[in-house]
C-alpha cells in the first residue's frame, strides 16, 4: 500500500458526508481547478466528492506507481503484456509519424485500406458477377466486431452508400436473418479475426460459405475478405494472399480498430474520414503524454474512478452519452474496461485484497432518463456517470437540440443538487451524486477517436495504479474451453460425469 493510498482511505471517511456543493461554495475556482480545456472538447469533473487535498493525493498514486515510466513503456512498444509475452503497441497504429520498420509497414497497410476502399466504392473492384458491391458484412466477434460496430453506428451521419451489417453471435438467427436481406452477388464478407480460430467467427464464416456456393457464386474469392494475424489459417480457409489484411501479435482485439480491424470503418466512412479518426484518437494519445497529471484527461478520468471504486466502495459506473449515435458505446467500453481490468491477481502473481475493475453500463440520454435514471436520484447506491455531450448537432434541428442538451445539463446539475419536488419524503432527492461532463464541439470522426483513446488511457492509468496486467484476457478461456468439451457431449448424445445442475441441463438439451 503506497503511502498516498492509507491517507487516501483516510481522506474516504472524511468525505464520505461531504456535499459536492459545498465544496463550491469553499472555493473561488473549482473550476479552474477541475475541468480540462484540450482541442474541441471540455473535460469538467467539478461535480465530484474530492476536494483539493484528496485530488492531491490521488495525483500522487501516479508518482508513487512510476506512471510516467509506464506511459513511456506504452507507446515504446515494451513487452507489457507479460502473461502473454507480448508488446503492446496500438497507438502506433494511429501514429503517422513513426519512421521505424513498424512505422512504414502501418503506412503500407493504411495505403491497402485506402485503395481497398477507393476500388470498391468507385466500382472498380467488382463481385463475381460484374456487379458493384452495396453491403458489407463484418464477421467477428469481441474487438473484432464491437470496435467497427460502435464506431460505423456513431459516425453514420458520414456514411458512403454502403450498407453495413454485422454478424458476431453463433447464435444462427443472427446470420440467417442477414442472409435474408442482402444479395450475395453484391455483398463483401469481411471475416475479421486475429487469431482465426474462433469458434463463433469461423462457424458463420463457413455458413457464408456454403450460402454462397450454394447461390451459385463461382468466384467466391471476390467475396471474402479476411482481417487477420493468422495468415496461414485465413489462406488455409480459401481467401485470397491479396484479400487478407494484417493484424498484429502487439495489438490486442479490444484496441485493434485503428488498424485493418478498421477496414469495415473505411469502407462505412469513407478512408479520408477514417484517417481523421485516427488523427483525432493521436491527437489525445499526444496529449496524455505529455500533460500534466493534474490537467490531463485520461489521468484525471481514471484517477476519479479510483476515487470511487476503491475507497467510496461504488461498484459501478454509468456512461450516458447524449447523442444517439453513440448507443452502443457503453457496449464497446464494457469490453474496454472489463476485459482489460476485470482481474484479481496483481502483477506479483498474489491474489488482491481490493477491488479491481469497476462494471461499466449506461444508455443513451434522454432515453435512459425515461428508463434507468430514477436509481440514480433516488436508490441507495452511489453510481459515478459520465456525461457526453456535443454542442451542435450535426442535424440542424436547433429546437431538438436545445431541448437534449438541457436535460444533459439538469441531470448533472439534480444528480449533484437534489431538492424536493413537495412535502413527501417520495419527493426528495438528496443530491451529491457525481459526475463528469465531457463536452465536444460535435460528433465527428475525431472526436469518436478522442473519446476512444481517452477511456483507452484511462483504463491503462487504472491498471497502472492497481498494479494489474491490463492487457491479456485469461478469464475468457475456461468457459470457451468447457463449451467446445459439451458440444462433442451434446453432438454424440454421450453425456458423461458433471455437477447434478450441469448434468441435467445436458439432459433436457439432448432429450428434446
Ligand atoms: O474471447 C475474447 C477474445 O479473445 C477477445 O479479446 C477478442 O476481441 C475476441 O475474443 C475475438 O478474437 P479473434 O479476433 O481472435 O476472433
Redesign the pocket.
Known amino acids: 500500500m503506497t503511502p498516498a493510498w492509507k491517507m487516501l482511505l483516510k481522506k474516504s471517511e472524511e468525505l464520505v458526508d461531504t456535499k459536492i456543493i459545498d465544496l463550491f461554495a469553499n472555493s473561488n475556482n473549482r473550476i479552474e481547478e477541475f475541468s480540462i480545456d484540450f482541442e474541441n472538447m471540455f473535460l469538467d469533473f467539478s461535480k465530484n466528492i474530492i476536494d483539493k487535498e484528496t485530488f492531491e493525493l490521488l495525483l500522487e498514486l501516479c508518482e508513487n506507481c512510476e506512471l510516467k515510466k509506464n506511459i513511456n513503456s506504452l507507446f515504446n512498444g515494451d513487452k507489457i503484456n507479460e502473461t502473454e509475452n507480448r508488446s503492446v503497441l496500438h497507438t502506433a497504429l494511429r501514429d503517422f509519424n513513426l519512421n521505424s520498420e513498424i512505422g512504414k509497414e502501418l503506412l503500407s497497410d493504411r495505403q491497402k485500406i485506402k485503395k481497398f476502399t477507393s476500388d470498391i466504392l468507385s466500382g472498380k473492384t467488382k463481385g463475381s458477377t460484374n456487379k458493384k458491391i452495396t453491403d458489407i458484412v463484418n464477421v467477428?466477434?469481441?474487438?473484432?466486431d464491437l470496435g467497427p460496430n460502435m464506431v460505423i453506428e456513431s459516425l453514420r451521419f458520414y456514411r458512403t452508400e454502403l450498407n453495413c451489417h454485422f454478424v458476431s453471435n453463433v447464435d444462427g438467427d443472427h446470420l440467417s436473418e442477414i442472409l435474408k436481406v442482402i444479395n450475395p452477388e453484391t455483398t463483401l464478407f469481411v471475416i475479421?479475426?486475429?487469431?482465426?480460430?474462433?469458434q463463433e467467427?469461423l462457424t458463420n464464416a463457413k455458413k457464408i460459405k456454403e450460402f454462397l456456393e450454394k447461390r451459385s457464386i463461382n468466384d467466391i474469392s471476390k467475396h471474402f475478405i479476411g482481417v487477420t494475424s493468422n495468415i496461414k489459417y485465413a489462406l488455409e480457409f480459401g481467401l485470397d494472399k491479396e484479400n487478407i489484411f494484417k493484424m498484429y501479435d502487439f495489438v490486442?482485439?479490444?484496441f485493434?480498430v485503428w488498424g485493418s480491424v478498421g477496414l469495415t470503418v473505411s469502407l462505412a466512412i469513407g478512408y479520408e474520414n477514417f484517417e481523421k479518426f485516427l488523427k483525432g484518437a493521436n491527437k489525445m494519445d499526444e496529449h496524455f503524454k505529455v500533460s500534466n497529471y493534474d490537467k490531463n484527461i485520461p489521468v484525471c478520468l481514471a484517477l476519479i474512478s479510483i476515487w470511487y471504486n476503491n475507497f467510496m466502495s461504488c461498484e459501478t459506473e454509468a456512461v450516458l452519452p447524449y447523442s444517439e449515435y453513440l448507443k452502443f458505446l457503453p457496449n464497446y467500453l464494457q469490453?474496454m474496461l472489463m476485459?482489460s481490468n476485470g482481474k484479481c491477481v496483481d502483477r506479483f502473481s498474489e491474489k488482491v485484497d481490493y477491488q479491481t475493475g469497476t462494471v461499466v453500463w449506461g444508455g443513451t440520454g434522454t432515453n435512459s432518463q425515461h428508463a434507468f435514471f430514477q436509481l440514480l436520484h433516488q436508490g441507495t447506491k452511489l453510481i459515478p456517470c459520465d456525461f457526453i455531450g456535443f454542442k451542435s448537432s450535426l442535424h440542424g434541428n436547433d429546437d431538438a437540440h436545445n431541448k437534449l442538451m438541457s436535460n444533459f445539463v439538469a441531470q448533472t446539475q439534480a444528480l449533484m443538487v437534489g431538492g424536493s419536488m413537495g412535502d413527501s419524503p417520495f419527493r426528495k432527492f438528496e443530491g451529491n451524486n457525481p459526475s463528469n461532463t465531457i463536452l465536444f464541439d460535435k460528433v465527428s470522426p475525431e472526436s469518436m477517436g478522442m473519446i476512444i483513446s481517452m477511456y483507452e488511457h484511462k483504463v491503462f492509468v487504472q491498471g497502472i495504479i492497481l498494479n494489474i496486467f491490463s492487457f491479456d484476457?485469461w478469464g475468457?478461456e475456461l468457459g470457451?474451453s468447457l463449451a467446445s468439451k459439451l458440444l462433442t457431449e451434446i453432438e454424440s448424445k454421450n453425456i458423461l460425469k458433471h455437477d447434478a445442475s450441469t448434468k441435467n441441463l445436458l439432459d433436457k438439451l439432448i432429450n428434446k
Open positions: 467477428g466477434i469481441g474487438g473484432s475479421v479475426s486475429k487469431t482465426f480460430t474462433t467467427t490486442g482485439g479490444r485493434s469490453q476485459e484476457q475468457v470457451k
